[in-house]
Nanobody
Framework: QVQLVESGGGLVQAGGSLRLSCAVR????????MAWYRQAPGKQRELVAG???????DYADSVKDRFTISRENGGNTVYLQMNSLKPEDTGVYYCNADLWTVLSGDKHYWGQGTQVTVSS
């Protein structure tokens, strides 16, 4: 059983910073890629930042130069450092992991989501 456990959301003023964490727990063979998505009220879920197994990051245009996705070498935790936060960054942030397990093969898993609220 694989679980993605997120933490680090909260309420912050515009211009502030938050760091989100997502830990992969359970039995799996390998991590192919990890990413952060967000969903604002009334909007579709969108990709914020992604990280390949080789360490190549990719960002939505709206967060470039403000957010940084990272993962410790060989680690099971991915981070999203969010700086210069804006009210439009408000939403529920979800961690996604593309994992390979013996039981399910290549499969995407989702975290439970963590609320980020940026006040103006």
């Amino acid at each position: 059983q694989v679980q993605l456990v997120e933490s680090g959301g909260g309420l912050v003023q515009a211009g502030g910073s938050l760091r989100l964490s997502c830990a992969v727990r359970g039995s799996f063979h390998s991590i192919n890629a990890m990413a952060w998505y967000r969903q604002a009220p009334g909007k579709q879920r969108e990709l914020v930042a992604g990280l390949t197994s080789g360490g190549t990051p990719d960002y939505a245009d709206s967060v470039k130069d403000r957010f940084t996705i990272s993962r410790e070498n060989g680690g099971n935790t991915v981070y999203l450092q969010m700086n210069s936060l804006k009210p439009e960054d408000t939403g529920v942030y979800y961690c996604n992991a593309d994992l390979w397990t013996v039981l399910s093969g290549d499969k995407h898993y989702w975290g439970q989501g963590t609320q980020v609220t940026v006040s103006s």
